[in-house]
């Protein structure tokens, strides 16, 4: 069965440092990989996707994610965190069948 | 936004009885989805719907129904609620244009006491 492993539960920086949160998925063929955020109360967001192409994508709020196929790695990074992205984060892949496969999330807390 | 509601928001019942909880959405997906998200387990899929009519079990099933008999609406039911059904649900539908992406509603809060 597919899967999704993120590295981190809890990870505590503080602004102004850069961020980089772990993904990897257990598949074979090909997929759709999905960074989600949760801010706290909230549902989840799509931050960033990749289906083809361009390994590096760009998300909002100055986010990207690199996808290496060779890994099956997705890593989530960002050059300097603000406060305001503390949040919980998921990533996610797609087999191209009907569902998503959510990893367990990683919580982000930014000191000020 | 993608349109969704879902209600109610916040609910409180106890052991034994059932509940309904309802997903709408506007925008003619014809994909859509029922998540519970507990401290620990990140998201897990219960049910999700293929089009009126048409459902599947997901990976934590068994105590949840669900119905679609229209296209913009799908309903949770726990036929008859546990403490372990305690949790906030969320739904989902799909993007369209081939793509896999989902979208989110506020979700619900459910405590069972």
């Known amino acids: 069965a597919q899967s999704v492993s993120q590295h981190n539960h809890h990870v505590i920086l503080s602004e102004a440092a850069s961020l980089e949160l772990g993904c990897n998925y257990s598949y074979g063929g090909t997929v759709n990989l999905f960074w989600y955020v949760q801010y706290p109360g909230q549902h989840l967001q799509l931050l960033l996707k990749y289906f083809s192409g361009d390994p590096l994508v760009k998300g909002i709020k100055g986010f990207e994610a690199e996808f290496i196929k060779s890994k099956f790695s997705f890593n989530l990074r960002k050059p300097s965190v603000q406060w305001s992205d503390t949040a919980e984060y998921f990533c996610?892949?797609?087999?191209?069948?009907?569902?998503?496969?959510f990893g367990k999330g990683t919580r982000l807390h930014i000191l000020p | 936004d993608a349109g969704i509601t879902q209600s109610p928001r916040h609910k409180v019942t106890e052991t034994g009885t059932p509940v309904t909880l309802r997903c709408h959405q506007t925008?003619?997906?014809?994909?859509m989805y029922w998540y519970r998200q507990d401290p620990g387990h990140g998201l897990r899929l219960i049910h999700y719907s293929y089009g009126v009519k048409d459902t599947d079990k997901g990976e934590v099933s068994d105590g949840y129904s669900v119905s679609r008999s229209k296209t913009e609406d799908f309903l949770l039911t726990l036929e008859s609620a546990t403490s372990s059904q305690t949790s906030v649900y969320f739904c989902?539908?799909?993007?369209?244009?081939?793509?896999?992406?989902?979208?989110f509603g506020p979700g619900t809060r459910l405590t069972v006491t």
């Open positions: 989902a539908i799909r993007g369209g244009a081939g793509y896999y992406e989902q979208y």
């Open positions: 996610a892949v797609n087999t191209r069948d009907d569902k998503i496969i």
């Open positions: 925008e003619n997906h014809r994909y």
